[in-house]
């Protein structure tokens, strides 16, 4: 099947197959302590141009499943066990290390939670554009890789590039060294790129631009965007479609405008309800009352059920599966067909 075919239409808009389908995807930690089963059967599917938003408390295994996607999960403890990640219709997980360094950057990029992750302190930013380009051009003379480099830059509007690859990343601001990985990870127009939005590195201004940023790029390129966030301010200005994600699970996937006026996940709808509302300018997650479950001991229910106000004995005993709201809205809730739920 082309790219460009359609395959029906949800709320008008048309849907293109898939450039990123997710199966099942099953990363776990091996530590000392046990198993932690920090991505546990996760799926869904990503067309171009289409931005996905992933939301959800820390530690509810964000980070990780947008590692497994790009093959960087932490080693040694680190283990994609499970499923399938096809990009282009081809399984990822299937690909030998040299042929996934080749995808990564120029069909998947991503954008890690902290520029400082990214960028190495003791080289210069010329140096660093030039060796992620080098990655996919071997053969560029140091004259094609500088105008490269350029362009990249001016990609994501960093004033006097030229002047720019000489620095060292401490001198530049966390919005410039947020620029500049960015122009890394799209210099070779990947068609997916995650990014794992940094939820201290920045302030919500520069935020906001370098968001705007990405969007751009996208509308440039065509390129699918996920954004994974703890701010639901963000989700509603970039997002087309958002997943909950809670204890290594998806717990509700859907359009943003259904997520965020009919959550049919009681946990969906606490995080919305957690929500300051009238600063609108910090819409992070506040607290949810009680511990999620520790991803070693999982429990057989409903992982969110020890928490969930409208919890019933089902929801104990037996984990939900998905309950399809509309074509492309849906929530593992045993209760998610009984909504309106009474107040707790
Ligand atoms: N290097 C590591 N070794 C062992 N366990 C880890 C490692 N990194 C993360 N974990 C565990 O994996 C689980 C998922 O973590 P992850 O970083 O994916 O969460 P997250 O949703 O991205 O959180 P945050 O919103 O704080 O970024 C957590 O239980 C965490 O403690
Ligand atoms: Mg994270």
């Not at 001198?171 to 997916?192: C, E, T």
């Not at 994974?228 to 200005?237: C, L, N, Y």
Request: net charge negative; hydrophobic share 40%; glycine share 6%.
């Amino acid at each position: 099947m082309s790219l460009d075919q359609p395959m029906g239409t949800v709320n008008d808009v048309p849907r293109t197959a898939p450039v990123l389908e997710v199966q099942d995807l099953r990363t776990y930690l091996y530590t000392r302590w046990g198993t932690t089963k920090a991505v546990d059967g996760v799926s869904f599917s990503l067309g171009s141009g289409e931005t996905l938003g992933i939301v959800g408390e820390s530690g509810s295994g964000k980070s990780m499943l947008a590692l497994s996607l790009v093959r960087l999960t932490p080693e040694p403890a680190g283990k994609i066990v499970g499923g399938r990640v096809m990009l282009n219709g081809r399984n990822v997980l299937d690909l030998t290390d040299r042929q996934m360094r080749e995808v990564r950057g120029k069909e998947i990029s991503m954008i890690l939670q902290d520029p400082q992750q990214s960028l190495n302190p003791v080289f210069s930013v010329g140096d660093q554009l030039a060796e992620a380009i080098r990655v996919h051009d071997r053969d560029l003379d140091d004259k094609l890789i500088h105008e490269r480099s350029v362009d990249a830059l001016k990609s994501v509007h960093v004033p006097a590039p030229e002047r720019r690859l000489k620095n060292f990343p401490h001198q530049m601001s966390g919005g410039m060294k947020q620029r500049i990985v960015g122009a890394m990870a799209m210099a070779y127009q990947p068609q997916v790129l995650v990014a794992d939005e940094p939820t201290t590195a920045l302030d919500v201004t520069i935020q906001a631009q370098y968001l705007r940023l990405l969007k751009d790029l996208q509308e440039r390129t065509g390129v699918a965007i996920i954004v994974i966030t703890h701010d639901f301010g963000v989700i509603a200005e970039t997002c087309d479609r958002v997943a909950v994600m809670y204890a290594g699970r998806f717990v509700e996937e859907g359009p943003v405008e259904q997520i965020f006026d009919h959550p049919r996940h009681p946990y969906t709808r606490a995080l919305l309800e957690s929500r300051p509302k009238v600063d609108l300018k910090s819409t992070r997650l506040q607290s949810i009352d009680g511990q999620p479950p520790s991803l070693i001991d999982l429990p057989i229910g409903c992982r969110f059920a020890a928490r969930c106000a409208y919890a019933i004995e089902r929801c104990l005993a037996e984990y939900p599966p998905w309950f399809e709201i509309t074509e492309a809205h849906a929530a593992a809730c045993w209760r998610s067909e009984e909504v309106p739920w009474p107040s707790p």
